[in-house]
């Protein structure tokens, strides 16, 4: 068997909320790195990197809390919280209210 038909095999059998959490701890993980929590900040950050996962983290959690549950979505949106708020702060010129990443899908965070 080719590694593809292995892959396919094995994400057939994960569930959807599975699939969901796991990119999102991906993109909550890269944009922990770009905003500056990460081991290296000097090297590492990046906020218009941060701000396009951050965005694309706040949009999978919002359009998919439905579907997840209550339970899954709380702690998404708590850790995406956390990134908009770490953005915030690491940036030397602050988004107006509401402008912030994902801002649009979640509302304004401070």
């Known amino acids: 068997m080719r590694f593809g038909e292995d892959a396919a095999r094995d994400i057939a059998d994960v569930n959807a909320v599975e699939v969901i959490n796991t990119v999102c701890v991906h993109l ?3 944009a ?3 905003v500056g929590l990460a081991d290296d ?3 590492q950050t990046d906020l218009d990197e941060a701000r396009k996962l951050i ?3 706040a949009g999978l959690v919002t359009a998919s809390a439905p579907e ?3 339970q899954h979505a709380r702690a998404l949106r ?7 708020l770490a953005f915030r702060e690491a940036s030397a010129i602050p988004d107006a209210v ?5 801002e649009k899908y979640t ?4």
């Open 98 to 102: 509401g402008q912030g990443p994902g």
């Open 41 to 43: 900040p000097q090297a």
């Open 68 to 70: 997840i549950g209550d």
């Open 32 to 34: 922990a790195v770009k």
């Open 28 to 30: 909550m993980s890269a």
């Open 55 to 57: 965005t694309s983290l």
């Open 78 to 84: 708590d850790g995406l919280r956390s990134l908009q």
């Open 107 to 110: 509302g304004p965070v401070n």
